[in-house]
């Protein structure tokens, strides 16, 4: 888990880095809830939605972090957030983001949805263990 900390942070330093605008970054965001299938088709493709929070006016989607590991997956959400002083909390404003997921190999996938960190600084996760038929 301490892996994924560490390349989330380094999402953040190369997403930073590749903006022109210094007054942007990119924030990763725990994932509140997901929709997806309870089980997969081989060669099929389906869409899983993830659900999150929006922390301030300030944050606009910027797509997903998505990292793979045989049939492992984790998942998270990516925003850019501009820099500026006026920005305004926002509370209860539920997003979605959704992607498209194609089956390739047979087994379980396992999808882990990145939820934050516990009071020890570990991370939290929701697992799907999804059969592929």
């Not at 509140?32 to 309870?38: G, I, L, N, W």
């Not at 998505?66 to 990516?78: F, P, Q």
């Amino acid at each position: 888990m301490k892996k994924l900390v560490l390349l989330i942070s380094m999402l953040f330093l190369f997403n930073s880095c590749e903006l022109d605008d210094p007054s942007f970054t990119v924030d990763v965001l725990p994932v509140a809830s997901v929709e997806m299938p309870t089980e997969f088709v081989l060669g099929e493709t389906y869409q899983i939605t993830m659900k999150y929070f929006k922390p301030t006016n300030c944050h606009t989607s910027y797509g997903i972090y998505y990292e793979k590991d045989l049939n492992t997956r984790v998942c998270a959400i990516k925003n850019l957030v501009e820099n500026r002083s006026n920005c305004a909390p926002i509370v209860n404003v539920l997003v979605e983001e959704t992607f498209n997921f194609h089956v390739t190999n047979t087994g379980n996938y396992i999808f882990k949805f990145w939820t934050g960190t516990d009071d020890e600084g570990n991370d939290t996760f929701i697992i799907h263990d999804i059969p592929v038929n």
